[in-house]
């Protein structure tokens, strides 16, 4: 077992959060982030693959809202775009179809062309670096939370007593534990379900409450824990994202 991956999974379980693997995922991203707009551009072989690849859309956003080292965006993008027309228009071209005539009959064969292309650009731009690198990561994670479960005391009372995991990581888990023997399956699901449900029907109560406020007769009472419900349902069905944070919100109340 990797104990590199020990101390991050241990301080993730540390934090407060409501999803530690979402804690985990956005630290391996930051770092990700910051490698990508910092020293990545000074190598070589890894100026060669994103000249390639490029990014997902997550992630070019998240580069462009950095707004750190737009020169070195600037000259990794020119590269990459000179790349990608290289490739793609070349396949666009070749997919135009001849027009039918008289003389020349109709072709279906025009339709697998022209969906050959799409697909050349969809793969062309479903490449990214930094999701291949962060699944790596995650991983490791998963395999040591399922090792240290099992084997660390300590780190099983922090993950029964985590405040949630959230249901994309919670299906990790899950894919994770059919790795395990059938007793030890049955333990660490045992204890993942019982956390879930801890954290799934309050959520469902709070974000009742939350509508109920706006009510004129509840106007004095209070909102318990029901302010944030929106953003923490979405953290929960979706996963952490800046997007759900409360700060992003235009109804902070
Ligand atoms: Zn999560
Ligand atoms: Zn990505």
Known sequence: MEKIYMIPVNDAYAADCDCPLCFLYNKAETNELDYYLGPSLMEPDNRKLTNRTGFCPEHWGKLNRREANRLGLGLMLHTHLKDVNEDISRSIESAIPGKASLFKGRSGD???????????????????????????SMGHYLGVITYMFKHDSEFRDKFINARSHCLPHTAMLLREAAKLSQNDAADFVSALYENDKKYFEPLINDVEWFTLKFDYRNNDKPWGN????????????AADRSDFDEKQSPNKK
């Open 226 to 237: 029901s302010k944030n419900a929106l953003q923490r349902s979405m953290r929960f069905l």
């Open 110 to 136: 025009y339709k697998s062309k022209l969906n050959e292309a799409a697909d050349k650009i969809d793969a062309r731009i479903g490449l990214c670096p930094i999701c291949d690198k962060i699944n790596t």
